[in-house]
């Protein structure tokens, strides 16, 4: 398992390969979930609704909600809020299907 | 890869939870939950000589209220070094308990599988099958298939939410999910923050996002001071809980924050909203408060426009009992208006080998949740004729600190009640379903036209908890809006308690036990 340790740790700076939000690169400490990093970012919504297109992010941040769904390395139907951000993950938002 | 440490600084046996070999054993005991009642029974019935089994689907033994980031993650996410707030309460007893459990990996009679959701669990003839899928490595996930003879179900409780008006802009979270973001993430999600909803847990939330540099702005708290007065003998009994609480208001008066008592959050408002409500759909920017009058209703006059960037809210918590249900465990009214786990004095449920303990058996907090823990392993000792059982005079200690803090437990629950009128903040547009977007207004008109007599045909024609949430969201609320009031809510029954891949459940499908 590859690991961003060392700067990361001081900076929040991935020193490695880092993961990529909708193609942009996103920072993270190691052991951060999805949520966690975005919402660092200063990102609280990534998704919008089927219905009325309004925008949800991360609201119960335990995996009860799921309002933060993200499709991670193309497995959509992800919850932000408890999958762990790592190297090289690519994630995308804003998909109707993804609720 | 940094060195996997535990708590106390030693390093931690290597990848205990990736033995699959261990895993495809049947023990004597899984307990699904490491929260403080699931360590507590765990770490019990380890000491009493029983193979253990203990789930988690976090990357940390500790649940929601000991919520930590991995250990090999801690130094990047530092959420223990806090000055005086400190994040967590009571952590010399989490440290001890992960270093019995640690000591027992060792010994190869515990298996701790942490990333690790169960969704589904099975009654056999001669004990429990649990079905997990291991998403340490999520998005993948694999399927794992635990037997034993006993099962615990620790699976804590989550917030309960009351919808108002904006509820669901973006910026507004659950109080639990800003604890959870902080104390998992090391991230405070907001500089501005107004909190609200009922019950103590408001104040630890007030108290670790200023100590991490959020202006709390305001506390709003439903309950009215005075009612705590009205049932003074389970406090006195319980110093322990004066002295925390203490703790928290001389925090929040060092911080300056207000609590404003028999107040709430009747509606928020986002970027660019003024004016425009309904095309408002930045980050929340303004909450609106109004003192209530003893049933909840708004008092005119008193509302209060207060800038905030940030919103947590929650009223109380619901018990987890995704996987008690389907198993036909009987139920009870918890006294807060949920339902929880019936267990007796041993804490058995009506199922003969299946126990829970902590919150699923009503919300109570952890010093309670850890004697309930205690209680069950001692019960599953008994029911297993194991050979380490504690002296009688420490179970009957045990029985009787159970029996104070659930006194005190219903105490609290009266002490901070669901305000009656809370509905009169709803406008008929305010969305009370998340997931599938159905409004207070589509609500009121099938129980209005009487087209729908209860929850379930609320749910039918209207789909207001048939989204990805399955109704854990909006079912307390939509409860409330459509059943009497003394009766508490149930969740409905959940086949799954996660949702899984098709390819991890046909790989459940294969008995993992037999290959041994």
């Keep these: 398992m590859t690991e961003v340790t060392g700067a990361a740790a001081e900076t929040g700076v991935p020193t490695a390969p880092g993961l990529t939000v909708d193609g942009e690169p996103l920072a993270y400490v190691p052991g951060q979930t999805l949520a966690a990093a975005l919402v660092a970012s200063g990102r609280v919504a990534w998704r919008t609704t089927r219905v009325g297109q309004r925008p949800r992010g991360v609201f119960c941040g335990i995996g009860v909600c799921y309002d933060c769904l993200v499709t991670v390395d193309g497995r959509r139907g992800q919850r932000a809020c408890l999958v762990r951000a790592r190297p090289g993950m690519a994630v995308t938002t804003g998909e109707d299907d993804d609720g | ?516």
Aim: with cysteine; aromatic share 4%; hydrophobic share 45%.
């Design chain 2, 1 to 516: 890869m940094a060195e996997p440490r535990d708590l106390g600084g030693r390093a931690a046996s290597r990848e205990p939870r990736c033995l699959g070999a261990r895993r495809d054993e049947p023990h004597d005991l899984v307990v699904v939950g490491a929260g403080p009642a699931g360590m507590a029974a765990a770490a019990t019935a380890l000491d009493g000589g029983l193979r253990v089994f203990l789930v988690d689907s976090g990357p940390a033994p500790g649940g929601q209220f000991w919520r930590h980031p991995p250990d090999h993650a801690r130094e990047g996410v530092p959420t223990e070094a806090l000055p005086a707030e400190d994040l967590h309460h009571d952590l010399r007893t989490y440290r001890a308990l992960r270093a019995t459990l640690t000591a027992h990996e060792r010994t190869g009679r515990l298996t701790l599988l942490l990333d690790h959701h169960v969704w589904t669990t099975a009654r056999e003839a001669d004990g429990f099958t649990v079905h997990a899928v291991d998403r340490s490595r999520a998005p993948e996930e694999r399927a794992v298939v635990l037997r034993a003879r006993a099962l615990l179900v620790a699976t804590g409780a989550y917030d309960r939410q009351l919808p108002f008006p904006g509820w669901d802009l973006p910026g507004v979270l659950t109080a639990g999910g800003l604890q959870a973001l902080l104390k998992g993430g090391g991230v405070v999600a907001g500089r501005r923050v107004v909190l609200g909803g009922t019950g103590p847990f408001l104040l630890p939330v007030a108290a670790a996002l200023a100590g991490r540099g959020a202006a709390v702005v305001a506390v709003c708290e439903a309950a009215a001071p005075s009612a705590w007065l009205r049932h003074p003998a389970p406090l006195l009994r319980n110093p322990a809980k004066w002295a925390e609480a203490a703790g928290y208001a001389v925090t929040l008066a060092r911080h300056r924050i207000p609590v404003r008592t028999r107040t709430a959050i009747i509606s928020a408002e986002g970027e660019g909203a003024e004016g425009e409500r309904a095309e408002g759909e930045g980050r929340v920017a303004v909450v609106r408060t109004a003192s209530l009058a003893a049933d909840g209703t708004p008092l005119p006059g008193t509302e209060r426009r207060i800038e905030a960037d940030t919103v947590g809210v929650g009223w109380g918590f619901v018990p987890q009992l995704d996987l008690l249900l389907p198993l036909g465990c009987g139920l009870a009214d918890a006294g807060d208006g949920t339902t929880a786990a019936a267990v007796d004095a041993g804490q058995r449920t009506t199922v003969p080998g299946l126990y829970a303990a902590g919150e699923t058996c009503g919300v109570g907090g952890a010093a309670l949740a850890m004697s309930e823990g205690r209680v069950a392993a001692v019960s599953v000792l008994t029911d297993l004729s194991a050979p380490g059982l504690p002296g009688t005079r420490r179970l009957a200690a045990e029985r009787r600190t159970v029996a104070r803090h659930r006194a005190f437990a219903r105490a609290l629950a009266q002490a901070h009640p669901l305000p009656p009128a809370w509905p009169a903040w709803l406008t008929d547009d305010t969305t009370v379903c998340r997931c599938e977007e159905v409004t207070a207004g589509a609500v009121r008109s099938v129980r209005a036209d009487g087209s729908a007599a209860g929850h379930r045909q609320v749910k039918q024609l209207t789909r207001a908890g048939m989204g990805w949430c399955q109704g854990r969201m909006c079912g307390p609320a939509v409860h409330c809006l459509v059943a009497a009031r003394e009766v508490p809510y149930t969740p409905a029954e959940r086949l799954i308690a996660t949702p899984v891949t098709l390819g991890a459940l046909a790989d459940s499908g294969e008995p993992t036990a037999d290959h041994t």
